[in-house]
């Protein structure tokens, strides 16, 4: 059961509650819901997942549906942010399904408790692929569309890193011994064009998003390389779907120049060719200009960015910010007519 809704470190409009999950091998599992209340709400809601070693600061993002009539809620996982304990492995997991288990019960408050009968999905990077998985398996009545955020649809990397031998051996390892980390080399300027001390334009928790991300484990790559294969097999989601992207990667010597203007942590080549085999109805959207993480690019980036998501929106959703005028006409019309009766 969850516990009672606090302020969130975001601020007193931001609210915040715990969710108990089974435990694990490690002991007790939490999950933690992040809520914001639009101003003049419509009955939909958003749902947001977040990506690999991070959690939610996006408060301006939230902001921006909220702007719109959403009530935004965001997730932050086992093992991330909020919800990460001191006897945890940060991120670990040996299965993307685990992650359902806290969302099932989000979307359980979301569509249940608080009554929203539409809900559009949103996720970043590893999230658009638990997100995508996630809505697979369960095909909520409420889904009405998924706004995917860089998701990581494949293995970035040589080639060999995709083969069979690869495979092989990340399965065998990944059972015998999968808290076994994998050597990699790590910067931190990804991390550095984000925060506010350190050259970008954010401030968040650094115990909760480390400049240098977090090791990767066996068992826990396995599980995403699992999750790739079966988005590979191809889903068959009906809901539209907008797949945002950089216009281009770069993995060559990391500046903070490249950083904000490339994604310098996916493969973007590989995003928009796995893009169409989430479902049926999937927009792919390549901005030039955008970092990783698209809505935390500079501020003419993002403007293009939320553009980009509010005529989609509109067209497909029917929530664009041109809907939300049509809507207030709408009432004035109204009041003016039931004036007009009164009278």
């Known amino acids: 059961m969850p516990l009672p809704q606090q302020a969130d470190v975001l601020g007193p409009d931001f609210r915040v509650e715990t969710f108990s999950l089974p435990p694990d091998d490690e002991g007790p599992v939490v999950a933690t819901l992040v ?25 301006e993002y939230a902001r921006w549906w909220a702007d719109r009539g959403y009530t935004f809620y965001a997730l932050d996982l086992r093992k991330y942010g909020r919800s990460l304990r001191d006897h945890q492995t940060p991120h670990f997991i040996t299965d993307l399904g685990e992650y359902f288990g806290e969302i099932d019960l989000a979307w359980w408050r979301i569509t249940q408790r608080d009554g929203h009968r539409e809900v559009v999905a949103s996720a970043h990077s590893t999230g658009g692929l638990t997100m995508s998985l996630w809505a697979q398996e369960r095909r909520p009545a409420e889904l009405v569309a998924m706004v995917l955020n860089s998701p990581w649809f494949d293995m970035q990397g040589p080639k060999w890193l995709r083969g069979r031998a690869a495979r092989v051996a990340l399965e065998r390892v990944g059972s015998r011994r999968p808290l076994q980390e994998i050597p990699r080399r790590t910067s931190d300027v990804y991390g550095r064009s984000l925060h506010r001390e350190h050259g970008g334009e954010w401030d968040y928790d650094l115990g909760w998003k480390p400049l240098e991300s977090r090791p990767v ?21 009906d809901c539209p779907t907008l797949v945002l992207s950089s216009a281009r990667s770069f ?22 060719r796995w893009a169409s085999s989430v479902g049926r109805h999937v927009t792919s959207v390549a901005l030039e200009g955008a970092m990783h993480d698209i809505v935390l690019s500079r501020p003419e980036v993002r403007a293009t960015a939320y553009d980009v998501i509010d005529r989609w929106l509109a067209a497909w959703v029917g929530t664009g910010s041109t809907s ?9 019309r109204g009041e003016a007519h039931d004036g007009d009766h009164g009278a």
């Open 251 to 272: 993995f060559g010597e990391q500046t903070l120049e490249t950083a904000t203007t490339h994604d310098i942590v996916l493969d973007v080549e590989q995003i928009r």
């Open 35 to 59: 809520t914001l209340e639009p101003a003049r709400p419509h009955g939909r809601a958003v749902l947001h997942v977040h990506g690999f070693a991070d959690y939610f600061f996006h408060a």
């Open 217 to 237: 484990h066996v068992g826990w790559l396995r599980a995403v390389r699992r999750g790739h294969a079966r988005l590979h097999a191809g889903l068959d989601l």
């Open 324 to 332: 939300l005028a049509s809507d207030e006409q709408d009432e004035q």
